[in-house]
Each structure stands twice: as structure tokens, then as C-alpha cells.
């Protein structure tokens, strides 16, 4: 089976990981042709310091040189058995490209949004019924869950697809509801604000992440965690749910909104609440 992954930035580089590891053959496309490359040279750095510390194998090593193939023209997608978009999470630049995608192939489009309506999300593409949410969490090598979200006119055979495909991986797939934020998201996002409130209240951001670490048994701080998922990504995630659903927990503190301006948009930009 021919994988097809879209975006290379953060979830994109883990997902196409995992599918290329696992034997996947697996070609990767990002409007970016600089991050294509950039990333790729990271992913390589990363993996190969995985097989120096004995956490990966040589072998498992040289399948992801094998199965990952770098493409610089999204046409080049089309005779991709599944397609995984994992671009920005902003419903008009998703809906922009399932329009395209759906220009060549009939195939089954998933959509890795954290939060953005898969009922809606179809409207863009030719076939609804091949159209699903595959939602991975980050960092894709490392997290079991992937929520599995059907929108009303997702066939079952397609359904069937995802959950083999998310099996194949090694992943355990859960079924979520086609709900703004869906199931994680829906939970997650309000404490994150909440943490991003408290910090705007004045509290230090060392004590708001140890009493989570400590106190709840969270691997992560919520502000760390915030500069793990991407601020710029935390925000869309926030105004979309909010505008879905106009629950006032949802609205972002001014600070996330000023970060993200700022160009601070956590781990993967070097600053956000932290510097890294
Ligand atoms: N960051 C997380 O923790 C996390 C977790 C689960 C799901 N997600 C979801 O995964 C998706 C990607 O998030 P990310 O953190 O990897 O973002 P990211 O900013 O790290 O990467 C996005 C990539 O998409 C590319 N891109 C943007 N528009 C494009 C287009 N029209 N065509 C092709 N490439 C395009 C960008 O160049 C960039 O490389 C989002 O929908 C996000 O909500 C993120």
C-alpha cells in the first residue's frame, strides 16, 4: 500500500515516520520545498541517534530510507492508495486542498485536524464516503491514541480501512465523535487556557507546570505542553471550537494571541513560553 502524507512539519514528520518504519511506502508532500528538505535531514539526525542509543534498529532504520520518498508536486500523490493531510489548522486552507486533492484521485482522503468538523471537512471532496478523521497525537512515534472520526457520510468500508490501517501501525485507535475539538482536543484545550489564564494572573509558569506534573501525574506542564504542540496550532484550535460552539472557555487569553503575532509559537520556533 502507497501512503501519501501532506505537510512536513511537526505531525506530518511523525506520522510518514511510523508508516515508512512500518514498511509503508510512503511519499511525503509540503508547499514548503525548503522544510521538505530541512525536515528530512532533522528526521534522518533523530533516527539515526535513535540507532546509536539501541532504541531503533539498523534495519528499521533502512526501511524509512527506503519507503520515504520526498515529493514536490501534490499531483505526484495520485496513485497513493490513502492520503493523510497534516497541514495547517485552518479550515479554509484544508478545504482549499481537498478540493485539489480530489482533482486526482478517488482514494480514501484522511484528514489528521485536531478539531475541525470531518461532516464539514467533506463538503470539499468529491467522495464523502471515502472521506474520514484520522487523528494522531503528538509525537506520532511515541503516542498509542489515534482518534478515528467518522462524519455522517463516511462509508463503513472506510471506516474498516482507517481502524486496519491505525492497527497496522501498532496504534490504538478509538472511535471519537464528529464534535469540534472531538475527544481529546474537547478535554485538553480548556485546561491548557485555563493554564495560559493563571499565567496572565501572575503566576510563576514553573509552579503552574510542576503542580500539574506533580499533582495530577502530567507528564508535562500545560504551558510546556502548549509549547510542544504549537501555539499557532493551539490558537486555531481554540477560536475554531469557541466559534463552533460559543462556549466562553474556548475564548483564547490575549497572551496565546500576542505570542502567536509575535511569531513565538513554542518548541518549534525556539520561543513561547519557554525558550528552547
Ligand atoms: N501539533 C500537535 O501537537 C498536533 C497534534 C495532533 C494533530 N495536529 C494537527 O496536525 C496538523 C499539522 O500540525 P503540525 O503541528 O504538524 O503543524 P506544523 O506547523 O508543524 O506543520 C504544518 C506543515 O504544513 C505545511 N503546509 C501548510 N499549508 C500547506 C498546504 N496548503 N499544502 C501543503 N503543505 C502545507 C507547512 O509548510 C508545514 O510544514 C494540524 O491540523 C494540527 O491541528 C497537531
Not at 165 to 183: H, N, R
Amino acid at each position: 500500500m502507497l501512503v501519501g502524507v501532506i505537510g512536513f512539519g511537526q505531525m506530518g514528520s511523525g506520522i510518514a515516520q511510523v508508516c515508512a518504519i512500518k514498511g509503508y511506502r510512503t511519499f511525503v508532500y509540503d508547499e514548503n520545498k525548503d522544510i521538505l528538505e530541512k525536515n528530512l535531514e532533522k528526521l534522518k539526525n533523530q533516527l539515526s541517534q535513535l540507532v546509536d542509543r539501541g532504541k531503533l534498529t539498523m534495519d528499521q532504520y533502512a526501511r524509512f530510507q527506503e519507503n520515504l520518498t520526498l515529493k514536490t508536486e501534490l499531483g505526484d500523490l495520485e496513485k497513493c492508495d490513502l492520503i493523510v493531510e497534516a497541514i495547517v489548522e485552518d479550515p479554509q486552507s484544508k478545504a482549499k486542498l481537498f478540493e485539489r486533492i480530489s482533482s486526482f484521485t478517488s482514494k480514501i482522503i484522511a484528514t489528521n485536524t485536531s478539531s475541525i468538523s470531518i461532516t464539514w471537512l467533506s463538503r470539499f471532496v468529491k467522495r464523502p464516503e471515502r472521506f474520514i478523521g484520522i487523528h494522531f497525537m503528538n509525537p506520532v512515534p511515541v503516542m498509542k491514541l489515534v482518534e478515528i472520526i467518522k462524519g455522517l457520510q463516511t462509508g463503513t468500508e472506510t471506516l474498516n480501512q482507517a481502524v486496519n490501517f491505525v492497527k497496522s501501525l501498532e496504534k490504538e485507535p478509538v472511535l471519537a465523535p464528529d464534535i469540534p475539538g472531538f475527544l481529546v482536543n474537547r478535554i485538553l484545550v480548556p485546561m491548557i487556557l485555563e493554564a495560559i489564564k493563571l499565567f496572565e494572573h501572575g503566576v510563576d509558569k514553573n509552579h503552574i507546570d510542576q503542580a500539574m506534573k506533580l499533582g495530577a501525574n502530567h507528564p508535562m506542564g500545560p504551558l510546556e505542553l502548549a509549547d510542544f504542540v504549537g501555539l499557532d496550532t493551539l490558537l486555531y484550535l481554540a477560536d475554531y471550537i469557541h466559534s463552533e460552539t460559543r462556549d466562553p472557555k474556548f475564548i483564547a487569553p490575549n497572551t496565546l494571541r500576542r505570542y502567536v503575532d509575535a511569531g513565538w509559537l513554542g518548541r518549534k520556533t525556539g520561543r513561547g513560553f519557554y525558550d528552547y
